[in-house]
T-cell receptor
Framework: RKEVEQDPGPFNVPEGATVAFNCTYS??????FFWYRQDCRKEPKLLMS???SGNEDGRFTAQLNRASQYISLLIRDSKLSDSATYLC????????????FGSGTRLSIRP | EPEVTQTPSHQVTQMGQEVILRCVPI?????FYWYRQILGQKVEFLVS????????KSEIFDDQFSVERPDGSNFTLKIRSTKLEDSAMYFC??????????FGPGTRLTVL
């Protein structure tokens, strides 16, 4: 089983739609969880950290389910500028400083 | 807003040559990292650096690779004898604690 697994997509949704991504991780001892976005040929940019209690930042909501080893990201009222690859990122069980990237889920928002 | 910077943005080199990729992390950050991303593939961890020493490295980070913090601001990745398969985007990142990491724009390395 891959350490961090994501549906590669692509997800192609109309502007204004709500879209959800899921991610599973293999090691129950993982400590920290993040969502990054990456535009084509650019660096990953931190979107949000994911806490056990869940967190929301504007149109974005992230949830963590430690029992199922599952992380989700919900984007409401999607904009054209949300088109990107969304990367699920999990800290290594061996070191909180080493983070492991999923392969990413590609999202394309159409007008 | 402070950001991580990297130079050069693109480096072309011949196989077997040495390259040094440079990074200036965010100034009050204490943890520094290098990652690579081969075109079309996922971002892969190479090495983390804290308190002037390597804290963790991956299987990719073999004897051909080394890192250094030569002064108070720069953080470098050296590849001693480049191979074709070293062609990739190399990202530097930094963090204040061992949590959220912020990435530089990357150096595209092309080995011919």
């Amino acid at each position: 089983r891959k350490e961090v697994e994501q549906d590669p997509g692509p997800f192609n949704v109309p502007e204004g739609a709500t879209v959800a991504f899921n991610c599973t991780y293999s090691n129950s001892a993982s400590q920290s969880f993040f969502w990054y976005r990456q535009d084509c040929r650019k660096e990953p940019k931190l979107l949000m950290s994911v806490y056990s209690s869940g967190n929301e930042d504007g149109r974005f909501t992230a949830q963590l389910n430690r029992a199922s080893q599952y992380i989700s990201l919900l984007i409401r009222d999607s904009k054209l500028s949300d088109s990107a690859t969304y990367l699920c990122v999990v800290s290594s069980y061996s070191s909180a400083s080493k983070i492991i990237f999923g392969s990413g889920t590609r999202l394309s928002i159409r007008p | 807003e402070p950001e991580v910077t990297q130079t050069p943005s693109h480096q072309v080199t011949q196989m077997g040559q040495e390259v040094i990729l440079r990074c200036v992390p965010i100034s009050n950050h204490l943890y520094f990292y290098w990652y690579r991303q081969i075109l079309g593939q996922k971002v892969e961890f190479l090495v983390s650096f804290y308190n002037n020493e390597i804290s963790e490295k991956s299987e990719i980070f073999d004897d051909q690779f080394s890192v250094e913090r030569p002064d108070g601001s720069n953080f470098t990745l050296k590849i001693r004898s480049t191979k074709l398969e070293d062609s990739a985007m190399y990202f530097c990142a930094s963090s204040q604690t061992s949590g959220e990491q912020f990435f530089g724009p990357g150096t595209r390395l092309t080995v011919l």
